[in-house]
């Protein structure tokens, strides 16, 4: 840590104090000038990038999750809190991962696990976008593996 008056690396900590907010604050003085500072440090939630199924990287964006649940589950009878609630357990169980990249297919199959339990009728629509269906054929492949797992 360089010292913010004489730019010397030489410093020390003398203490170190738990702030409430989670983080630490350190008093360092620098060994150079005796200039005093502090510095804080604390927990920055790094979230992974999502490799998508062409292999480009994006920022993990829980927005666009939410807005894929949401047309999914358009007039059908999910309630927005479930909907958040969904959203809001992928998320956590992403950065649970503690990985710096994830699949979005992996993100895809806990959207697609979630929604299944929601309404099933938001699975498949889901399912057809995410899975890519391409016809009536694996459409009902699908709904028929659904009735199956009952
Ligand atoms: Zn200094």
Redesign the pocket.
Known sequence: MK?P????SDTHVIDTVREPSGGIRRRRS?K????RFNTIERIVETTPLVIKRDGRREPFNREKILEGVRIACAKRAVAAEDIERLVNQIEARVLAMNVSEVTARTIGDMVLQGLRELDEVAYIRYAIVYLNLKDLESVKGEIERLLGER
């Open positions: 010292c008056s004489c730019g010397s620098c150079a000038c005796g200039h």
